[in-house]
């Protein structure tokens, strides 16, 4: 039997109430680790009411430093090192490029870019050899797409993690970017039919996937199993992002 060496390990997600973070923190602590779900809301949200031991919540607004301080301390009064970061919440901003305004861009830095960057510069200091931050980008990273706010903040957070996996590594603290095509979740509800049809035409796979399938690959990275991987940009879209564009030729010709 493969041990995924959580055990004993302690990891926190954010914006883990629904959606893919709440997905990722019950497969991590079914895995063995002690996990630090946090999210907005005051009380356990029921994405993570799951019965498992160490599952633990708190809340968090990624965009304030104070409370990423005060998340820091409280790990550190238990006596406790961080072994695992993801930086998993984020938001959506639709408003296309003409009319797109300085405070969508703002709205969704604040959350997507700073507020990966205050987990890392709060977390970092209790992190040791053998740790890893996990940073949950888009296939919007990877290519042009229509939400321009969003589609800049992703690219941005893609630049932040290479530099933190410079930083970070010669600590022995790796930082990898997982990119997600379209994942179901409440996010993706709210999209438009067309949006998730046009998708779908675009992914080699022909489905959409599930949070569960991008927790399984940040299992895999905050585990030793993934231990000499850092500064990767690693896609879970279906082969969406893969072809650049050749699927609609390859189509044709079929
Ligand atoms: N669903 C997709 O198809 C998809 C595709 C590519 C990338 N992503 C990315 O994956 C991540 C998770 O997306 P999801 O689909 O699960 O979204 P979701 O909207 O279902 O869940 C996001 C969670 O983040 C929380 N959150 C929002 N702002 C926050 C803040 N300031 N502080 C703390 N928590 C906050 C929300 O409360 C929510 O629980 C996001 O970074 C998103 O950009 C999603």
Do not use: C
């Not at 949200?45 to 430093?65: E, F, I, K, M, N």
């Not at 409280?74 to 006596?79: D, P, Q, V």
Request: aromatic share 4%; charged share 15%; hydrophobic share 45%.
């Amino acid at each position: 039997m493969v041990s995924l060496q959580l055990e004993g390990r302690t990891v926190v997600v954010t914006g883990a109430g629904q959606g893919q973070g709440a997905a990722e923190a019950r497969l991590l602590a079914a895995a063995g680790a002690r996990v630090i779900a946090t999210d907005l809301s005051d009380d356990r949200p029921d994405g993570v009411t799951s019965a498992a031991d160490g599952l633990l919540y708190r809340r968090l607004d990624v965009a304030d430093a104070s409370g990423w301080k005060d998340l820091a301390s409280w790990i550190g009064s238990r006596g406790w090192t961080v072994d695992g970061l993801v930086n998993n919440a984020g938001i959506t901003q639709r408003s296309r490029l003409l009319d797109a305004s300085v405070a969508d861009l703002q709205k969704v830095y604040e959350v997507n870019v700073a507020g990966s960057l205050l987990g890392i510069q709060a977390l970092a200091p209790l992190m040791g050899d053998g740790s890893s931050i996990v940073n949950v980008g888009s296939v919007a990273a990877l290519t042009a797409h229509y939400p321009v706010a969003y589609t800049a903040s992703k690219w941005a957070l893609r630049g932040l993690s290479q530099v933190a996996a410079m930083e970070l590594g010669p600590r022995g603290i790796r930082v990898n970017t997982v990119h997600p095509g379209f994942i179901q979740t409440p996010m993706t509800a709210t999209a438009k039919p067309e949006f998730r049809q046009a998708t779908l035409a675009e992914t080699p796979l022909g489905r959409t996937g599930t949070a569960e399938e991008v927790a399984g690959v940040v299992l895999f990275l905050l585990s030793p199993l993934s231990s000499f991987v850092t500064g990767a940009d690693i896609p879970v879209d279906g082969g969406q992002s893969g072809h650049g564009g050749a699927k609609a030729v390859s189509d044709a010709l079929r």
